[in-house]
Structure formats: structure tokens, C-alpha cells
């Protein structure tokens, strides 16, 4: 019992590192949203800065000058930690001026890229300028031993943590009991509402920055006596400190320190059992307790990161649609060939990299770029084909390209099970999730010298056919023949890639990406194309994995660590994540690649590449989000409209002639509508304590139009999702004499529903005609059925003039006509429609109820959530009213017209009076 005491009491220093740097987390994501990846490399610059001036220099990290200037004099404790604090705390204010407050309105992914920028532009910049050999610190706090019983703790872990604990609770208190505390709280919950109060959500980011980043660097001198002072220790730190902000929701100042310290406690002990106890594994046990409590936090509890009430959010960025295929895929393949033949072998080896790189890339491409799932995982992925490809093509004799396959289904099942946590939560949780999942498996496989032995594996040279494939060795390295060999896989991936995107399964990874709750709307089973999504990224990386194998001969983890993984994510961002042009660019500019190749010959830069491609990665985020080849699809995109460009009119736009304000017609009485097609029977909708539906039933006869309408907070949009499987509700809901209860929103949808919702929800980033298909796929029958069902659906809309328009440049008219489309394509029994004249005028409105009758002549039965009454009692059936959740009348329009109970409930009590007199 004692030693596990000892070695609990040992995590102490690390743990409160852990919790100081999650305590600076949590004050960067509360003020600005932002998951500040840097953190671990600020607290490394805090550290060198003291320890410089500790031994009378002054650090220098500015290109062109000293690497130090001579103070004359060795600095004192208490004076360095104070410069050094002041230096982290003013880089702080520098960066959130120059960087995140221009990203201030940019999805969290981007912030998140460009901290990582950041975070590699320190690094690098220290590795460069101070090198790589370890600095020594002296101690801050007493190293003396004290004896507890048979325990002996070391007292600077005991006093590293009491100082840490005592920094939260002041900080804690600061920020519950002060105004600014107050007002940073008010600005993460809106800044809307911060703005209107007189408080600048600018300025409060701004200070919580210089706060957190001094305390990041005060974390960094406290830890540099016990942890070796070099450039990659500090950023080891990120994913338990992660974990640690986790465990404190991102939001409670205290207790992200007992998180970090309990952390910190924990793997300290779990290093002890890996060593102690003969069935563990006997490397990356304690890479496996913070990757424990994040799954525990974010999986099991579903419970995302808390959201920022920011004023405007934009998305990742477009995701072009490729025209052709057929020229820009020979032409670039016949010139990088003669490349491949002509270059000398230095030039033809960085070619190489950049079709391997280039494969990696794709796969980010598709789960991050296509599926929205943020995985900076897929380097390690690839790592995991290039382990498995080892024993599999040496030890079982299996030959090329059976091999490489069978490695890169490997890498698909680790794929799928990174993916798993992507079913429950989503965004940027998900990539920290990955990143964690990334740091356990480099520690229990790829450094796991009991598994892969201390010099690598052996990865023999490919054949096929009797023809040697392989990179070669010596004078012969690199091979022709191995680089053909790359080039073929790597343009057989951009096409399938390419493929993916025009196809219906890439259109509802697009859709998802863009918006999870419309695609399962539009019958999207979301689940499963997720899973998908991972499953072939996770095999595109396995076979670039693979490929860098037998590149290079021996497997070790150096090309596939999960620091190295996320640098990697970043360059692909930088050059173009959503497109397919955008992976072969970052195949290009990769380290190691062609561009490196060419860069470091001419200037032979060196280290200094990694500063100026991570510099550019944060430039590139800030005046270019979509990537280096944004602004060249948007110059292309913008001469394919003008050259196709009709007028642009507005089909729901009244005719010139048209009475601005037309006379609603009285529907002819519907003496019999029929049978009923849509049941609900003693519909609840409960949120916590509040009712928001009570025992709400219905019957929608088939070939109608039934209005549900109410005032405002009546119940009208729960009672919607609940009938479509949006919200959770008891009672029975059944169509055409099928019962729908227990089914999800896209089972829901492909048994008969269609769907549309109130602030209409469509995809911007993808075309007219694609947010429609996105409907279709889950049930056409055959591609033609579905290219016929698709010009039907358009035309009855008058959308085919712009079906090939990006959803966003539409008007409100057109965008509601959209989203009708996107739920008729699929030919459901019912139709469910949340508000459709919600944004558009009298006229508008007049022609879009011309449209719904048509929809309702055409044999398609139509529940309609409406404000606009004029429509309403002109178009429907029969009427339905809510109010508090509860059924209050029902009939046709005539009789709603003057029912005293809708009057009072939309007038108030004195006017119902006067029209029951």
C-alpha cells in the first residue's frame, strides 16, 4: 500500500500542471470560445524565459537577432517568475489582438487550427532558435523527503499543488464575486446580451487571455525543475490538461485543478501498476486515464462542450462540386509520371512523400472536409496499417497488394472505434476525443517496444507479377517503379474521392456536416453514415500508412505520433480541407514533401520551414478559412455562373400584375375528407418539470390540409418533432395504420414523413439541386427513378432554373421552396410543414399557397404549423388549435374563424367577449 501512496503523492507535480494549464482552458474557451491548443507550448515559453533569466540572459526568439542579450546580472527567483509571467501574459494579449479576436466569428474548428498554428510557431521557433538539449532549472520549491508512517512523500510535489489549489481559489472567487467575473460570465452566455448591457465582449476576451496565458506560463516555471526543459515535453501536457477542463464542463475556474491533480495522481499510479503488475500492458497505461475520463465525460453522458451565445458563427467552408474528372485527373498524372522519371533521386524522393501524404490527406478530407467530423486522428490511423502491414506481409507471407488491403482493413476497425464517440457527441468534442484516442494508441502500440521490439518491424519490398515494386536501397533509392506505384494509388484514391463527393452518399455527408438534425429529416440515418465516413477515411490512411512502409523499409512510431498527427491536420486545413484539390496541395507542402524538397535545397531553411508553414497556417485561417485553394474554386465558381447565368428571379414573386395584397380565398367546404392517413393519440412532451404538449391528439385525413396553429409558446413546433421523432414524448403516433412509436426521425421519415422546419435549415454550402437529392437517397429505387423524381420535384416548385445555385445566395421565397422540395422528393405520405410562410410577404405567401394546393391536388396530405392566418383559414381543410400544449378547438375554418377560446387565446379574454356577444 505504501508505494502506491508514494507514487500518488509523485503525480502531484504533474497533476497540478495538468490543472493550471486546464485552469488557463477553461478562461480562454469561456471568454472566447476558443480551445486553446497553445497553451502547453506558452507554458513552455514561460519556463525557457525564467530559466534564461535565472542564468542572467535574456531570451530571444525574434529571427535576425541574439538568441539571448547578456543582463550583466542572474536574476532572482522572484523577479524572473514575475518577467516571465509578464511576458507570457503580454503574448497573450498580443495573440488574442492579432489572431482570435479577427476569428472571433469563425467556427470553433478554425479557432482551434489556428491555436495549433500558434502552438507550432512557438515550438519551432524554440527548437530553432535554443535547440533540442535539455535545460536545467534549479529547484523552486523544497526538495527535502517528508515521512509519513512508511510513505515518504517529496515536499516540492506537496507544495507545487497547495500553491496551484491556492491560484484556483483565488481565481474562483475572483470570478464569482467580482464584476468582471460577472461580466465574462454574461458574455459567455451572450454577447448579444453583453453588448446591450454596455459590456465589450472584446475587451473581457482580451483580459481573460492575458490571465490565462499568464497563468499557462506560471505553470510552465513551476513544473520546469521536475520535467526536462526541451521543446516537445510541454506539449505532451495538452490532452490530460484537456482532459482535466473537461472533467470542469469548460466552466467551473476551481475545479479544473482537482481534475488536473486527480489526473496527474492517477497516471502516476497507473505507471506504477504497468511496471508492478506482470498482465498489463507494460507501455501506455497512463495515456489511457485521461483518454478514460474524456470518453467517460463526453460519451457516457453525452454532454457536448457548453455553448458560447456568440453573435454570428460561420461554417467550415464550401466543399466544390467537381465538374469533370477525365482532363484534370491525366494531364496532372502524365506530368507528375514524367516527374517521377526525370527527377535526380533527392527530388524524386520528395515526390514520392507528396503522393504518400497526399492519400493521408484525402482521408482527412473526407471525415473532416465531407462528414464534418473533426478526426485528428488519421496520421495514427495511417501509423496503424503500417504496423499491422508488418507482420502481415513478413511473418504470414501475404503478398502485395492482398497485403497493404488487408493492413488498411485493419486500420478501418481502429478507424470505426475512434469514430464511435463521433454517434453521440460532435464538432470539436470530437476532436479532442480522437486526439486523446491517438496519444493512448502511439503509447500502448506504436512506442510499445514489447510489441513492435526496440529497432521497428520489418516491412518486406513489394512484388507483383514477378516485377520488384519497391523504394530500393542505396544508390538505387529511390526507385522509378516504387514512385509510378504511389503515384497510380494516389490518383486512383482523388477520383474515388472526387466520386464520393458528386455521389448521394457524399451529398448526405455534406448534409450532415452542414446540419445533423435536417439530414435525419430528410431520412439521413446519421448514424450510419457517420461511421462510414470514418470507416473510408480510416482506409484511405491505411493505405497511405502502408505505402510510407514500404518507403521506408523499417515501421517505427516516429512518422505516426499523435503531436505529428495533429501538425498534420493543420497543414491539410491550411491547404484546402473540404476539397480534394485542397489533399493533394497538402501532400505537397508536407514536410518531407516536394515543396519542402524544393525549399530547403534553394534556401536551405531547415528547421525554419516548420515556423514559416505553421506562420502561414495561422494567416491562412484569418483572411482565408477555406484553404489555399478557396480563393482559386471561387474565382472558377464564379465564371461557371456568369457563363450559365439566367435572370435571377424569384418564383415565389407575385406576377407584375398581381394585386400587391391579394383577397385570400375561402376553401370550398370539405364534406368529406376521407379517412384518417396520420393518428396521434395523447401526444406529452415534458422538459423537466414543464408540459410542453398535454396529451395533444390528431387525426390528419388523407389528401388534406390540417393547420395547427396557436400563439406563440403554444406547443405547436414540440408537438412537430415529436411526431417526426425530434423530441421524446409518451402517447402513439401512427400512419396509414402503422405505428411509428420507438422509430428515430430518419426511420420516421423513410416510413412516410416529410419534414420541414421553422428556420428552414438547408444546406448553404451545397447546390439547389444537391439539398434536394440529399432527400432522395435514402429511398430511390434506382438512379433513374430518382433523376426522374428529382427534375418532377423541381419543376412542380419552379426550382430548375436554379437547381444548380448554392443554397445560401437564395432569397427566403426561394430557401422555403428548398426545404419543401427536400421533403417532397421523397414522395411521403405526409407531409409536415413548420412554418413555410415564415420571412415572406403577402404576395409571396399568396404564391406559395397556390403551390401547397397543388401539392395537396397531386394526392399529398399536408400538416401545416402557420402564423400567417390569412393562408391558413384560405388553404386548410381543417384547423387545429394549441395553446399551452393543450388541444383548445378544432374544425374547419369557418368555424376557428370565431371560436371564442382561439379569439381569447390570440386577443385576450375582453375581445373574445365581444365576439361571443
Not at 459567455?188 to 496565458?213: F, M, Q
Not at 480522437?434 to 510499445?448: G, K, P, S, V, Y
Not at 497556417?617 to 477555406?626: A, D, G, K, Q
Not at 391528439?697 to 406563440?712: C, E, Y
Request: glycine content about 10%.
Amino acid at each position: 500500500m505504501s508505494q502506491h501512496l508514494v507514487f500518488l503523492a509523485l503525480g502531484l507535480g504533474n497533476g497540478a500542471v495538468f490543472g493550471a494549464l486546464a485552469l488557463a482552458l477553461v478562461l480562454t474557451y469561456r471568454s472566447s470560445g476558443v480551445i486553446n491548443f497553445a497553451t502547453g507550448s506558452i507554458a513552455l515559453l514561460g519556463a525557457y524565459v525564467y530559466a534564461f533569466l535565472r542564468d542572467g540572459q535574456l531570451l530571444v526568439l525574434i529571427p535576425g537577432l541574439p538568441r539571448t542579450l547578456d543582463l550583466g546580472t542572474q536574476l532572482g527567483l522572484v523577479p524572473a517568475m514575475v518577467i516571465a509571467v509578464a511576458a507570457t501574459a503580454l503574448l497573450g494579449l498580443v495573440l488574442y489582438l492579432l489572431v482570435f479576436r479577427p476569428l472571433r466569428n469563425a467556427p470553433p474548428v478554425a479557432k482551434a487550427v489556428a491555436s495549433l498554428g500558434v502552438s507550432l510557431v512557438i515550438t519551432a521557433l524554440i527548437a530553432v532558435r535554443m535547440g533540442t538539449t535539455a535545460v536545467a532549472v534549479e529547484p523552486i520549491f523544497a526538495t527535502d523527503l517528508w515521512t509519513v508512517g512508511a510513505v515518504r512523500v517529496p515536499a516540492d510535489r506537496v507544495y507545487l499543488a497547495v500553491t496551484v489549489l491556492v491560484l484556483a481559489v483565488g481565481l474562483a472567487a475572483a470570478f464569482r464575486f467580482t464584476r468582471f467575473g460577472l461580466v465574462t460570465r454574461a458574455a459567455a452566455e451572450s454577447e448579444k446580451g453583453a453588448y446591450l448591457s454596455g459590456v465589450s465582449p472584446d475587451r473581457v476576451a482580451a483580459y481573460n487571455w492575458v490571465i490565462s496565458s499568464g497563468i499557462a506560463g506560471l505553470a510552465g516555471i513551476l513544473i520546469a525543475p521536475i520535467v526536462p526543459l526541451i521543446p516537445v515535453s510541454y506539449t505532451l501536457f495538452i490532452v490530460p490538461a484537456l482532459a482535466a477542463a473537461i472533467l470542469s464542463r469548460f466552466q467551473w475556474v476551481f475545479w479544473a485543478v482537482p481534475a488536473g491533480l486527480a489526473i496527474g495522481m492517477l497516471q502516476s499510479e497507473a505507471q506504477y501498476l504497468q511496471t508492478s503488475v506482470s498482465w498489463m500492458p507494460k507501455s501506455g497505461v497512463p495515456e489511457l486515464v485521461p483518454l478514460a475520463l474524456i470518453l467517460l465525460v463526453l460519451v457516457v453522458r453525452a454532454r457536448p462542450l457548453p455553448g458560447r451565445g456568440a453573435v454570428i458563427v460561420q461554417t467550415l467552408g464550401r466543399a466544390p462540386r467537381p465538374r469533370r474528372l477525365l482532363l484534370p485527373t491525366v494531364l496532372p498524372a502524365v506530368v507528375a509520371a514524367l516527374a517521377v522519371v526525370l527527377l535526380t533521386d533527392q527530388w524524386r524522393n520528395g515526390l514520392i512523400s507528396t503522393f504518400i501524404f497526399g492519400v493521408i490527406a484525402l482521408s482527412v478530407v473526407v471525415v473532416t472536409g465531407f462528414a464534418g467530423q473533426v478526426s485528428v486522428a488519421q496520421l495514427p490511423l495511417a501509423g496503424t496499417a503500417a504496423f499491422l502491414l508488418a507482420p502481415i506481409a513478413d511473418r504470414f507471407g501475404v503478398p502485395f497488394p492482398i497485403a497493404p488491403v488487408l493492413a488498411a482493413l485493419g486500420a478501418v476497425v481502429i478507424g470505426v472505434v475512434i469514430g464511435l464517440p463521433a454517434l453521440r457527441i460532435r464538432g470539436l468534442t470530437v476532436a479532442v476525443v480522437t486526439l486523446a484516442l491517438a496519444f493512448a494508441l502511439e503509447a500502448l502500440w506504436f512506442r510499445n517496444t514489447a510489441l513492435v521490439g526496440a529497432d521497428g518491424l520489418t516491412v518486406p519490398s513489394p512484388t507483383l507479377f514477378g516485377l520488384d515494386l519497391g523504394v530500393g536501397a542505396g544508390a538505387a533509392f529511390p526507385r522509378v517503379q516504387f514512385g509510378l506505384l504511389c503515384l497510380v494509388v494516389l490518383a486512383i484514391v482523388a477520383v474515388g474521392v472526387a466520386r464520393l463527393r458528386t455521389s448521394r452518399l457524399g451529398s448526405q455527408m455534406l448534409a450532415i456536416r452542414a446540419n445533423e438534425r435536417a439530414a435525419a429529416a430528410a431520412g439521413v440515418d446519421v448514424v450510419r453514415v457517420k461511421l462510414v465516413a470514418f470507416a473510408l477515411g480510416a482506409f484511405i490512411a491505411g493505405i497511405g500508412g502502408a505505402l510510407l512502409a514500404y518507403k521506408f523499409g523499417t515501421v517505427t512510431f516516429d512518422p505516426y505520433t499523435a503531436i505529428l498527427g495533429l501538425t498534420f491536420f493543420g497543414a491539410v486545413y491550411l491547404a484546402g480541407i473540404t476539397s480534394v484539390s485542397g489533399g493533394l496541395l497538402a501532400g505537397v507542402t508536407a514536410v518531407s514533401g516536394i515543396f519542402y524538397t524544393l525549399v530547403h535545397d534553394l534556401l536551405g531553411t531547415g528547421l525554419w520551414y516548420e515556423v514559416i508553414a505553421a506562420t502561414l497556417l495561422v494567416l491562412t485561417v484569418i483572411v482565408n478559412p477555406e484553404g489555399i485553394v478557396g480563393p482559386a474554386h471561387a474565382l472558377l465558381e464564379r465564371r461557371r455562373l456568369r457563363r450559365t447565368a439566367e435572370p435571377l428571379v424569384d418564383p415565389a414573386a407575385a406576377p407584375a400584375d398581381q394585386p400587391e395584397s391579394p383577397e385570400p380565398e375561402v376553401p370550398a367546404p370539405a364534406a368529406d375528407l376521407g379517412e384518417p392517413l396520420l393518428t396521434v393519440r395523447d401526444l406529452t412532451v415534458r422538459y423537466g418539470g414543464v408540459v410542453a404538449v398535454d396529451g395533444f391528439s390528431l387525426d390528419v385525413p388523407r389528401g388534406s390540409i390540417v393547420g395547427l396553429i396557436g400563439p406563440n409558446g403554444a406547443g405547436k413546433t414540440t408537438a412537430i418533432d415529436a411526431i417526426s421523432g425530434f423530441a421524446v414524448a409518451s402517447g402513439s403516433v401512427s400512419l396509414g395504420g402503422h405505428s411509428l412509436d420507438g422509430l428515430r426521425p430518419h426511420q420516421r421519415i423513410r416510413a412516410g414523413l416529410g419534414r420541414t422546419f421553422q428556420a428552414i435549415e438547408l444546406y448553404g454550402d451545397l447546390s439547389v439541386r444537391e439539398n434536394v437529392v440529399v432527400g432522395l437517397t435514402a429511398r430511390a429505387r434506382s438512379h433513374r427513378q430518382a433523376q426522374e423524381r428529382l427534375a418532377e420535384t423541381l419543376d412542380t416548385l419552379g426550382l430548375t432554373a436554379l437547381a444548380d445555385r448554392p443554397a445560401g445566395e437564395l432569397s427566403q421565397g426561394q430557401r422555403q421552396l428548398v426545404s419543401i422540395a427536400r421533403a417532397l422528393v421523397g414522395n411521403p405520405q405526409v407531409l409536415l410543414l413548420d412554418e413555410p410562410a415564415g420571412g415572406l410577404d403577402t404576395a409571396e405567401s399568396h404564391w406559395l399557397g397556390e403551390r401547397l394546393r397543388d401539392l395537396r391536388a397531386a394526392g399529398v396530405t399536408i400538416l401545416m404549423v402557420e402564423h400567417d392566418m390569412s393562408l391558413v383559414l384560405s388553404l386548410c381543410d381543417q384547423i387545429t388549435v394549441l395553446d399551452f400544449g393543450t388541444v383548445i378547438a378544432s374544425g374547419p375554418p369557418e368555424t376557428i374563424r370565431t371560436h371564442p377560446r382561439v379569439v381569447e387565446a390570440y386577443l385576450g379574454s375582453a375581445h373574445a367577449e365581444e365576439v361571443s356577444a
